[in-house]
């Protein structure tokens, strides 16, 4: 399964961005993840199939993950944007097999597109 991200970009803070991920073939989970510089990759959120979804505690409420099935693309619209949500985007996929966190638990990723917020 490949995956493609798009959909970065710069924006202000408390500004919004869409992300879309399109996979080339179903899989039962996919997530977001993000990484900032110097840091390690952090799960954001992640939804499976059936349309059950699971978020940071620090997006809850500000970010939202969906999925369209019919066209093997989730999104992640992201409101209310900070400065600390600068990071590079990846989405990921996997088959639903342990923690919905750990990116060990995702075998497909897409190549990342970068989110600049500024303050």
């Known amino acids: 399964v490949q995956l493609q991200a798009s959909g970065g970009g710069l924006v202000q803070s408390g500004g919004s961005l869409r992300l879309s991920c399109a996979a080339s073939g179903r899989t039962l989970r996919m997530a977001w993840f993000r990484q900032a510089p110097g840091k390690e990759h952090e799960f954001v959120a992640a939804?499976?199939?059936?349309?059950?979804?699971n978020y940071a505690d620090s997006v809850k409420g500000r970010f939202t993950i969906s999925r369209d099935n019919a066209k093997l693309t989730v999104y992640l619209q992201m409101n209310s944007l900070r400065p600390e949500d600068t990071a590079i985007y990846y989405c990921?996929?996997?088959?639903?097999?342990?923690?919905?966190?750990?990116?060990?638990?995702?075998?497909?990723w897409g190549q990342g597109t970068q989110v600049t917020v500024s303050s």
């Open positions: 990921a996929a996997g088959e639903g097999i342990g923690s919905y966190k750990n990116t060990g638990n995702y075998v497909h």
């Open positions: 939804i499976t199939w059936a349309g059950t979804t």
